[in-house]
């Protein structure tokens, strides 16, 4: 036997070892239960039972018209006037947006603008003085940033001066929920009555998403598929009873102001605010439930777009899977478990050598000179058939989830060409890029200024179809709904 031969046949044994433990991961997930919030209860809640919510908006440099789709859809909130408040925060030098929230808040009433004022500001004294108090905010008492108030200037830093700044003013007169999205969310109408149903079983509510502009450009057709797969997929299962490490999305979710009070508020120097923020929820003991209804968002039409979300999405992974932990007081196997959440994903580096050799392999069997023993055969015939199975799943389960922003079959029929597992390998090997680039800004502790993902109000006209047919299934009589 050459050593090239014997080369290739170590790379493919390895190959094939690491798709199997990938196939064993998903295994695991897929087993784990799904705690969803059932909205059949909505009929017993009382309106005056109601939690009271506060939507906080982080934005910066947006366009009017994609922040007023966003609006629009607000405004179709089946939710009592007097029990919400939906808070834009733009930093007070973002100028443009400023004026932009300030002319769209006369068109709904419902919006209040906070500006972010600097963090030498001294209306930052309320986050300083809770800070120092509780140890719970650990990187301001441990590690090379312990004290430090020149906080990043990121979605995160806007987030925890409107929370703190919030829960010094309660416009309430008790606790409240805090929810947030993003500039481009749409949520559904009943999204505010999924957290009046859900917190009654709940610590920790999350929404899914969903991409409307899936069709627009073969790169959204890919990102969108992301969220497909994570999000309308594995997602659910870390709710798991309360018994795996989960991490919260960034946008549609929904806690108690006095919980996130109560553990420290946002980290400002991940670069991406969600895992951690999840993960010290869990290790507190605060259950996640699912809403099964999705908000609709706009995914990036191109791959350079696309490749610096996700390399901010793979530094704040890595960052808050490091220190985080062990700071959280997670032990060894706490730490595992909620490495898997990230293994799925990482796992797309196994293809820059598993699909190469793999094609070889095909080609020598097919020749019928393969070097290869017996037993790597068959284990790769039996990971061609799990990933056979979990790919015609999530076929069904994309089918049926598009459903929401493609009515037509013919238009979801040709999605699924889209992405068909030919597209799927390509893309899979393109992020091996953003994994690259993620992995290089964590390790040089980058990603700390807001490198926003561009909107270009992708989903004007879908999100105004969903808001009409909304309306229209309201305004019907009860027997018919």
Not at 16 to 31: G, N
Not at 368 to 387: E, Q
Request: hydrophobic residues 45%; glycine residues 4%.
């Amino acid at each position: 036997m050459s050593m090239i031969n014997l080369v290739l046949i170590v790379l493919f044994i390895i190959a094939q070892l690491a798709y199997f433990c990938t196939m064993m991961i998903e295994l695991y997930f897929i087993t784990r239960p799904i705690n969803r919030v059932d909205m059949e209860e909505l009929q017993d809640v009382a309106q005056d039972d109601y939690p009271d919510i506060v939507l906080f908006y982080p934005v910066l440099r947006e366009l009017e018209s994609t922040m007023r789709t966003t609006f629009v859809s607000l405004a179709n909130l089946h939710y009592p006037t007097d029990k919400f408040r939906i808070i834009a925060i733009p930093n007070d030098n973002d100028l443009p947006t400023v004026e932009s929230l300030q002319r769209l808040a006369g068109e709904f009433p419902f919006l209040s603008v906070m500006p972010v004022p600097p963090t030498s500001d001294p209306r930052w004294n309320v986050v300083w003085d809770d800070w120092q108090a509780n140890e719970k905010a650990y990187w301001f008492h441990k590690g090379p940033r312990a004290g430090v108030r020149d906080l990043p200037p990121k979605k995160t830093r806007q987030l925890i001066y409107a929370f703190y700044t919030t829960y010094a003013n309660n416009p309430f007169k008790g606790d409240f929920l805090v929810d947030y999205i993003d500039a481009d969310s749409a949520p559904p109408a009943n999204h505010f009555q999924a957290a009046a149903v859900g917190m009654r079983h709940f610590d920790v509510l999350q929404a899914s998403n969903i991409a409307g502009n899936l069709l627009d450009t073969m790169p959204a057709s890919w990102f969108a598929f992301d969220h497909l797969c994570w999000d309308a997929n594995k997602y659910g299962h870390l709710t798991a009873n309360g018994h795996h490490p989960y991490w919260v999305l960034g946008k549609g979710l929904f806690f108690k102001a006095s919980d996130l009070k109560e553990l420290g508020g946002f980290h400002p120097w991940m670069t991406i605010e969600d895992p951690e923020v999840g993960m010290r929820f869990w290790k507190n003991g605060k259950t996640l439930g699912l809403i099964e209804a999705p908000l609709v968002e706009e995914v990036p039409e191109t791959l350079s777009n696309g490749i610096t979300q996700r390399k901010r999405w793979v530094a704040g992974f890595f960052q808050s899977l490091d220190t985080p932990l062990k700071e959280m007081g997670f032990s060894r196997f706490e730490r595992f478990k909620a490495w898997l959440n990230f293994l799925p994903c990482l796992s797309f580096w196994f293809n820059s050598v598993g699909i190469p050799i793999g094609i070889w392999a095909l080609v020598e069997w097919a020749k019928g000179t393969s070097p290869l023993p017996h037993w790597t055969v068959y284990l790769s015939a039996f990971n061609v058939l799990c990933f056979a199975l979990l790919l015609l799943g999530q076929y069904v389960i994309t089918w049926r989830r598009t459903a929401l922003v493609l009515p037509s079959r013919l238009k979801r029929l040709w999605y699924l060409i889209r992405v068909n597992p030919i597209s799927l390998m390509i893309f899979w090997l393109v992020w091996m890029i953003p994994l690259w680039k993620g992995w290089r800004m964590y390790r040089k502790d980058a990603g700390l200024v807001w490198e926003r993902t561009i909107k270009i109000n992708a989903n004007n006209d879908i999100v105004r179809d969903i808001v009409a047919s909304e309306h229209v299934a309201s305004s019907a009589p009860a027997q018919a709904r």
